[in-house]
């Protein structure tokens, strides 16, 4: 017999009362800020002069802020700083795109706040600075604007550039010039030598992020050998990014005596699985082998127990993964979900019923500790499985402690979290598609 097709959300929501509806996004509005928010500014949508200053207003909150972000929470926050610019994509663009358009000028003049608050190493505030420009172009082509006034605006927007972010205004100009004003524009997106070339006019010192940017045109436009001056000299910060496309390009150039000891030195830098396979890649059969046991010395000296015992795992020795965490359960930091869960996956697969233990331990209590209520279903999953793996040799012996001691102090430290509660004793807890913890 054939299932019955599941509906659709939004065929549902088509067929409820407009009441039902308003009573529920009013109860979401109660709960929830951002959705307050959005409400409000739903109230304005006919009153784009309205709209705009409020977003003018939280763009000068996020201006004034003193805060700095480390490289662990400058991800969440160039999230943030993308959030703002979508919302006013969605919500004022249509309305009015000149006021758009200076709102999204704003915001890329301020570069230099976003990056100063901020430990970009990962990217993320970058990629809020290349949206933004993104964003600027497609709103300003919706203005009514002459269009011989754009040129030299845009020029002017992206020769002040001191970070190397506003490059995207030239590589998508073509979102808002036409012909002929486009011509050397739209040449140097296809040409990394006329983008170069553009850049150095306004910027003869090309910074680390700029060096970036032309060593990555060249490499996708598969011309490593003119990648390679702009990989010389150390980028500060940056170092570990260059000697990975310094080494992709030596590659690509099959330079391999070269790239080698490159590869090497980045996996002793930082330990992880990927960069022990990039080193092995191109590795001469005969050198493996001590290539190998250099790396599982690097892995039992190396600080990061996460890292030590995943690359340990990598390596096939489960034991010495395993005994790392046992000795040490405290250091192992539950917020490392991406890491932890496919390690646990493996300790399990081996029966390894400690090394397990420490896993779920840490990442139950990372979540009970930062109070994220999302994660409680998972966290109600690990606690279920850490009571199987105490049957079966996972709650001890020392220096770990009983299964039953662990959890009370659990119940002690954490027993005024309802929430989390309801989910061990089955009232919420429902089967997740996304689920990974157990």
Same mark, same amino acid.
């Given at each position: 017999m054939p299932k019955a097709s599941i509906e659709t #959300? /939004?065929? *549902? =929501? =088509?067929?409820?009362? +407009?009441? +039902?509806?308003?009573a529920v996004l009013l109860e979401l509005a109660e709960a929830n800020k951002e959705v307050k928010q959005r409400l409000t500014r739903l109230q304005l949508a006919n009153r784009p002069d309205k709209l705009a200053s409020g977003f003018k207003k939280t763009l000068a909150a996020l201006w004034r &802020?003193?805060?700095?972000?480390?490289?662990?929470?400058s991800r969440e926050y160039g999230s943030m700083l993308e959030t703002w610019l979508d919302q006013v994509a969605k919500e004022l663009v249509p309305k009015d795109p000149a006021a758009a358009v200076a709102l999204f000028e704003s915001f890329i003049e301020a570069d230099s706040t976003w990056f100063d608050q901020a430990d970009d190493s990962g990217g993320a505030i970058g990629d809020a600075m290349r949206a933004a420009c993104i964003h600027w172009l497609q709103a300003a082509a919706l203005c009514e604007s002459p269009a011989d006034a754009w040129p030299g605006r845009l020029m002017t927007l992206a020769s002040a550039d001191q970070h190397g972010a506003r490059e995207e205004l030239l590589r998508r100009a073509d979102l808002l010039l036409a012909e002929p004003a486009l011509s050397l524009l739209s040449? %140097?997106?296809? /040409?990394?030598? $006329?983008?170069?070339?553009? $850049? =150095?006019?306004?910027?003869? /010192?090309?910074?680390?992020?700029?060096?970036q940017s032309f060593a990555q045109a060249y490499l996708d436009g598969g011309l490593p050998a003119e990648a #390679?001056?702009?990989? @010389?000299? %150390?980028?500060?910060?940056? @170092?570990? +990014?260059?000697? &990975?496309m310094l080494a992709d390009a030596l590659e690509r150039l099959g330079r391999f005596k070269e790239s080698l000891p490159i590869r090497q030195q980045i996996f002793e830098q930082n330990p992880a699985v990927i960069y022990l396979q990039q080193w092995l890649e191109h590795l001469p059969q005969a050198d493996r082998a001590a290539a190998l046991v250099h790396a599982h010395q690097t892995a039992l000296s190396h600080a990061d127990l996460t890292t030590s015992s995943t690359l340990l795992l990598e390596l096939g020795d489960v034991a010495t993964a395993e005994a790392l965490l046992v000795a040490e359960p405290a250091r192992v930091d539950g917020r490392h979900y991406a890491s932890l869960v496919p390690m646990a996956k493996a300790f399990r697969a081996q029966e390894r019923w400690l090394g397990e233990a420490v896993v779920y331990r840490a990442l139950l209590l990372a979540i009970l500790e930062r109070g994220y209520a999302p994660?409680?279903?998972?966290?109600?999953?690990?606690? #279920?499985? #850490?009571?199987?793996?105490?049957?079966?040799?996972?709650?001890?012996?020392?220096?770990?402690?009983?299964? @039953?001691? *662990? @959890?009370?102090?659990?119940r002690l430290r954490h027993g005024r979290k309802p929430a989390f509660w309801a989910h061990v004793n089955g009232k919420r807890l429902a089967p997740s598609d996304d689920d990974d913890g157990v």
């Open positions: #959300l /939004d065929a *549902f =929501l =088509l067929k409820q009362e +407009t009441s +039902t509806l308003c &802020s003193t805060k700095i972000r480390g490289y662990r929470e040449e %140097a997106l296809r /040409d990394p030598g $006329v983008q170069v070339r553009a $850049v =150095l006019s306004y910027s003869p /010192d090309p910074n680390p992020l700029q060096r #390679l001056p702009w990989l @010389e000299g %150390a980028w500060g910060h940056m @170092e570990g +990014t260059r000697q &990975s994660s409680y279903g998972h966290g109600a999953r690990y606690l #279920l499985r #850490l009571r199987e793996l105490a049957s079966m040799g996972g709650g001890g012996p020392m220096p770990l402690p009983l299964h @039953e001691a *662990f @959890e009370a102090d659990v």
